[in-house]
Every structure is written in C-alpha cells, then in structure tokens.
C-alpha cells in the first residue's frame, strides 16, 4: 500500500491539522513564555544571570542540534510515531520543569524538552504533507501552521506574565502538560499513520553538531559568568574543537549532515548565517530586555508581559508583508529592509533608562519586531530555494538549525554583557544591532536585487 493511499483512510484533515499545530504551538510559546519567567525564576531557585541563561539555552542549543536528526527519525519511522514521541518527551520534561527544586535539575529537563521540540517540529510538517497530497490544500494548511506559530510567540510573554505572578512560575510549564494530552488523543485519531523509509542517518555528523554547539554555548556563557573558572573555559574549548573536527572528518567521509555541494553554495550559508543573525538579536534582546523592565523598571511578570506585546505582535503583519514584498521587490531589498529597520530598533531601545516613558520604549519595540518578522519569509524562501528541490527539506531543517543556534547564541552572548553595566542596555543591544548590519551587509554581498537566486 502507498503512502498516499494510506493517507486517503484517515481521518477528518482539519482535526489532524488542529493537532498538529497544537503540537507546534508549544513548541514555540516555549520559546517566549519562559523569558517573562526567569526574574521569578531567580528568586524561587536562587540563580544568577548565567543559571538563567542555562535554562533558556538548555533547550535552544538541544533543539538546534537535533533538529535535523529529527527529521531524520521522522522519515525513518514515519512522521506520526516520532511526533507521538516529541509530544511524550515534551510533556513529561515540563513536569519535569515544573517541580525542579533547583536550578541545574530545571536545566537538565529542559533539555529533555528541547529533545521533544527537536521532535515535534520536523514532524509536524510531515505530517501536513501527507495529511494533504494535494499542493493547494498544503499550502493552506502550511500557512495555518505558520500562523498558529506566530500566534503562539505572540502570547508567550502575556501568558507567561500572567501565570508567573498570579500562580508561580512552574505554572508555565504545567499548561503544557493538558495540551500535550489532548494532541496525543487528537494525533492518534485524526492523522495519517505513515510508515517510514529505511535509509541511513549520519549519526557522526548529529553527534559533531551537538558537541560543537553545546562547547561553544557553554564557553560564551562561562566567560561571562562572574569569578571567570579558567579550568572550564579550557574544557569548552576542547569540546567544541572536538565537535567541529568529528564534523569536519564525517564531512570528507561523506557521514556529514549536509551535501558538500549544498555547503559550498554561497546564497545557502548565507541565508542560513542571516537566519542565524536574526534570532540572535531577537532573542538575545528578548532575554535582556524581559530581566531589565523587571528589575529596573519595577514591570511585574504580567506588565512586563504585556510591554512586550508590541514586538511578538506587529510580527503576523510583518511576515505576510515580507513575502508579499520579496515576491514584487526580490529578496535583497527585503533581507536588508527588515535588518536594518531592527537594528534602528535595538539601537534605540539601547537608549532607554529608568525614566524612559512607555511609549519610547514601545516604538523601538515595534521596530525590532516588524524587522525579525518581515525579513524571515525572504530570508527562508532564498535559503530553501538556492538548495534545489532535491534538498529542499535538507536545506529547511539547516536553515532553522541555524536560527535555532541563533537564539542561544543571543542569549549566552547578551546575557554575557548585563553585568558588565547592569543598569544599561546599551552594551548588549549596541551589540545586537551591530550583528544585524552586518547580516544586512552580508545580504547586499550576495543576493540578487530581484527574483531567485
């Protein structure tokens, strides 16, 4: 039987793309929710700046390093089970989250989580191709997921200030448990059960990749840990020196995660290091920004929360603005646009101080959010499209690996620089906008002015 007519036998389309998006929004309101949190965080299990920025890129680095591997297990044996599995690592770590009775237990679960995430995603778009063999209908339903995505991002620093201060901030973690619950029961009845293709994974190259990335996060969040352990910088080292040397041997086996050919096309790595730059300044502000309203503006979790909203939500409309944009002026002009519009932002929002009134803060906001969101349809479609249509789903998953790297690299960098002035933003957002020139300059460098590359 084929895949396609096993898809035929399934259920209702719309209760299985309900499912899955649910599946997909917490993944993502995970990415926010957690940030409004971490000042509550700090006080409940006594951690400092680093601690936090632990728990934050425990799960970031975990997921940018098995997100392709993700997708690897889901087309090996079949999209439903490995989304089944995320759902049940998802669940079980936020329990986990919710009860940690201190900081290194919260950052080991997780990482558990961070697991099922890497999971979920790859999974869940799987499983909307084969809930929808018609290209048409797919691309609707993409499109609900995307939004629903949007949808959750925009409500996790709302949701997460509301729960943090009328509840705890374990609450935050325990909304994911009744919905992780209900998508099991909804996924198992209304989705496509296909089975997977037996075919090799590189298990050296996703073994190099979690090394590099777990070394060099934990170097950047050492250095800036205050007293400096010289003896634990010098293990980082090692171990991300010995992550990119396993990559680099898998690679000339021919085990790597990527093609050499994709890895030698100039438009790909650079559209996945301006993915990469993205998320570091947006999520790296995002850290810095939700501890400063807090302890230096005296925002509780639900005002800070709701400061925020601004920035999460201008993204929809940025977004559907981004690609209607790149399709007329060709990606170049948008990429650069979106850049140069958040780095205006995050300069700006560097120049508040604790007598900046609301509205000043707000409009750097709206800047830094209208730039992350117009720029990213531009940014992917040029990333996937340079890859070729044999790649393509190789080149999505190493394209949201590298924002995924992004958002850790913001935080542990950002996070970095806070105590060097703790009443300023300056440093860090001077820092951020500073990475989004230069991506925007990045982009003039090699992208065509019109069309496709």
């Not at 309900?18 to 990415?31: E, H, K, M, N, R």
């Not at 997460?160 to 009328?166: A, T, W």
């Not at 093609?259 to 650079?270: A, H, N, Q």
Request: with cysteine; aromatic share 6%; net charge positive.
């Amino acid at each position: 039987m084929t895949r396609t007519l096993e898809v035929a036998r399934t259920g209702s389309g719309g209760l299985a793309l309900a499912a899955i998006s649910a599946g997909y929004f917490v993944v993502i309101l995970d990415a926010t929710i957690v940030n409004i949190a971490l000042d509550r965080m700090a006080v409940g299990l006594h951690t400092t700046v680093t601690g936090l920025e632990w728990v934050v890129d425990g799960y970031t680095v975990t997921v940018a390093a098995l997100l392709m591997l993700g997708g690897g297990l889901a087309d090996r044996f079949g999209a439903r089970r490995s989304f089944q599995a995320g759902l049940g690592f998802f669940a079980v770590a936020s329990v986990g989250c919710a009860v940690a009775p201190e900081v290194g237990v919260l950052v080991a679960a997780r990482v558990v989580q961070g697991i099922g995430a890497a999971l979920l995603i790859p999974a869940s778009l799987a499983l909307i191709r084969f809930t929808y063999p018609d290209a048409a209908a797919r691309a609707r339903a993409t499109g609900i997921w995307g939004a629903i995505g949007s949808t959750a991002a925009s409500c996790g620093p709302v949701l997460g200030g509301v729960l943090s201060e009328s509840l705890g901030w374990p609450a935050i973690f325990v909304i994911n448990v009744p919905v992780c619950a209900v998508t099991a029961v909804l996924i198992h009845r209304a989705a496509p059960s296909v089975p997977g293709v037996a075919q090799p994974i590189p298990v050296s190259g996703h073994v190099a990749a979690v090394v590099a990335m777990a070394g060099v996060t934990a170097f950047v969040i050492l250095a800036g840990a205050r007293p400096v352990r010289p003896e634990l910088l010098t293990v980082t080292v090692v171990v991300a020196s010995a992550g990119l040397l396993l990559g680099s041997v898998a690679a000339r086996a021919g085990k790597g995660l990527l093609p050499k050919g994709l890895r030698r096309e100039r438009v790909f790595t650079g559209g996945a290091m301006i993915g990469l730059a993205q998320n570091f300044g947006f999520y790296g502000e995002l850290f810095a920004v939700s501890l400063y309203l807090q302890r230096h503006l005296g925002y509780s979790p639900a005002l800070a929360g709701a400061a925020l909203l601004p920035e999460m939500a201008v993204g929809i409309l940025a977004s559907a603005l981004g690609g209607r944009h790149a399709a007329r002026r060709g990606p170049r002009a948008v990429i650069v646009t979106g850049l140069t519009v958040g780095a205006a932002g995050l300069i700006g929002l560097a120049c508040i101080s604790v007598r900046t009134p609301y509205p000043m803060v707000a409009i750097p906001l709206l800047l830094i959010g209208f730039g992350m969101a117009y720029t990213m349809p531009a940014a992917t479609n040029v990333t996937v499209s340079a890859a070729g249509p044999a790649n393509a789903g190789l080149a999505a998953a190493a394209f949201n690996a590298a924002r995924q790297l992004g958002s850790a690299l913001g935080v542990a960098v950002l996070g970095a620089l806070i105590p060097l002035a703790p009443d300023s933003l300056a440093i860090p957002l001077a820092i951020a906008a500073a990475v989004y020139l230069a991506a925007a300059a990045l982009a003039r460098s090699f992208l065509p002015s019109q069309g496709r590359p």
